[in-house]
DNA sequence: TATTGTTATACTCTATAACTATA
DNA sequence: TATAGTTATAGAGTATAACAATA
């Protein structure tokens, strides 16, 4: 069976002005990208928002973990878990600062370095064209609105 | 202080490829649509799921609780817990029917009609362009692209 | 006093499996 | 045997507040 035409057409669901709702729409888009990244890399023991720490430490070393949060919008409470987690596992490393003892910068390790060019094709490779069957061209027009709708929602909370 | 300029740029943070990486920037747009929601609804206590199921149930009186399930891509599960605390406040109908004893077809009350019409405005409203500071143009081509990437993944999962 | 990060708690959403009742 | 829905349980993400250390 065509799940692609079940998803839309089977069920005959009337979803009138909820299909052109841009808040129903991410949720929906975001619950097929889950899908996608546990497709892609269920074997690898990684959750979606770690890849992307680890990404962003090592374009910028020494990061504060706040700021880190912050950039990522993950809550900090939440990002003291995450950040444990990848020390543990020996991907990241924290280091207090002389000068404002109460913060953490956060470095890859050697093997969190490795681990990232390891994985590096396979996770922003996971949002190439070839994956989710929109065109280079579609693709940089989702990216340019999806940023547009969340620098927008920044700016008039 | 301009909080537009702090989530871009004050940090400095340089994201690389993750700012072209449609999953990473679902994530990220779905945080700023939940902000809006609240921000706007926060009085209201109400779920986004949960008006997204009233108005799919208006438009499809009778609607099978699993294919609400499906087509909101919520989980049976959950739905159970969605669809009681809606009966609970008395918005919808169970009613098991008689061909086949074993299904709950879902229908809106006349409390829970006189609440999607009351709300209808602001709940669908909250995407139209005045509150996202998106063009209708570029709207409607951020839904269709989401739509596109849904129905993309449907098909080769 | 304010800031950075941590701990503790709770709630939502999700995932899974076992269960029931019906078919 | 298969299907529709329920229950129970666990995990992940999030939100909040109280807290410790430092500024």
Known sequence: MNTKVAATEEVGVDLGELNQSIGFLLRVAQVSAFDRFFAAFGEIDLRPGEFSAMWVIRRNPGLRQGLLADTLRIKA???????????????????????????????????????????REAFLGQDDYHHHGLSPEDTAELARLLRLYVDNGDATP
Chains 1, 2 share one sequence.
């Open 77 to 119: 409470a939440h990002m003291t878990k995450m950040v444990r987690r990848l020390e543990d596992r020996g991907f990241i490393q924290r280091v207090i600062p002389d000068d404002d003892r109460r913060s953490v910068r956060l470095f890859l390790t050697s093997a969190g370095e490795k681990f990232v060019l390891a994985h």
